[in-house]
């Protein structure tokens, strides 16, 4: 892949978010952008299988050039999408590549579902008690996400960290994602992530407060012409 190429984005936002994730980033050389916002499950225990199939039905799968990019449980999505859609090339910004990448409170929730009694009010009540710790710092920041979460379901939002937390990883991959990840990331935390590229000082919403910086690094990445495989 060189210069002279464009490509055709498929972005995926992280659990709660949506387009507005994306706001800030400069796409490199763009033909097409389709963010995939999520759906609402069919019911509580729809498969992730199923589900999955479903958020990738808007992908027009022909495209040359496929480069798909994933922001926290959107890393996820984009791997999983990687498997029957050719990509070039697949981005992971704050994400994780694999269960054991997920911190240990994360875990807790499988024996412990508090998750299950989350509902906006509490977000909205307890969020600057939090905010930091999620790298929300400054008031727009905090609008952003808080205008995103209160467009989010409770019926989405206990399916989506419930699939999180049981995602049963890759088995054998098609194309290694090029991993971006915030050494001050409490989300999922930096010191379980392997081999990822990293942005000093960067948190979870790296991708909104510290688009330039992705941007190139993505630019970068594009403009390399090899795309290695291998087997995980």
Do not use: C
Request: glycine fraction near 4%; charge should be negative; avoid cysteine.
């Amino acid at each position: 892949m060189g210069t002279n190429n464009k490509y055709n984005y498929v972005l995926v936002p992280g659990l709660g978010f949506n387009e507005k994730t994306f706001k800030n980033l400069e796409l490199y050389s763009a033909n097409t952008v389709n963010i995939i916002n999520w759906l609402e499950p069919e019911n509580e225990d729809e498969p992730f299988e199923q589900y999955m199939r479903r958020m990738s039905a808007s992908i027009d799968a022909s495209l040359p050039n496929m480069v798909l990019i994933g922001h926290s449980f959107g890393g996820v999505m984009v791997q999983e999408f990687s498997q029957f859609i050719d990509a070039e090339k697949v981005f992971l910004i704050s994400s994780i590549k694999h269960p054991k990448e997920i911190s240990w409170n994360l875990n807790i929730l499988k024996q412990v579902p508090l998750y299950k009694l989350v509902s906006h009010s509490l977000i909205n009540n307890t969020f600057d008690i939090w905010a930091k710790m999620h790298d929300f710092h400054n008031q727009e920041e905090k609008e952003v996400f808080l205008d995103m979460v209160n467009d989010m379901s409770l019926e989405y939002f206990k399916w989506a960290v419930n699939a999180i937390l049981h995602w049963k990883g890759i088995k054998r991959r098609k194309v290694q994602p090029i991993h971006l990840h915030g050494t001050n990331d409490q989300t999922f935390p930096y010191k379980n992530i392997k081999h990822p590229i990293s942005l000093i000082g960067a948190g979870h919403f790296m991708v909104y407060n510290r688009a330039e910086e992705i941007s190139e690094i993505i630019k970068k990445e594009l403009e390399s012409s090899d795309v290695p495989l291998f087997n995980s």
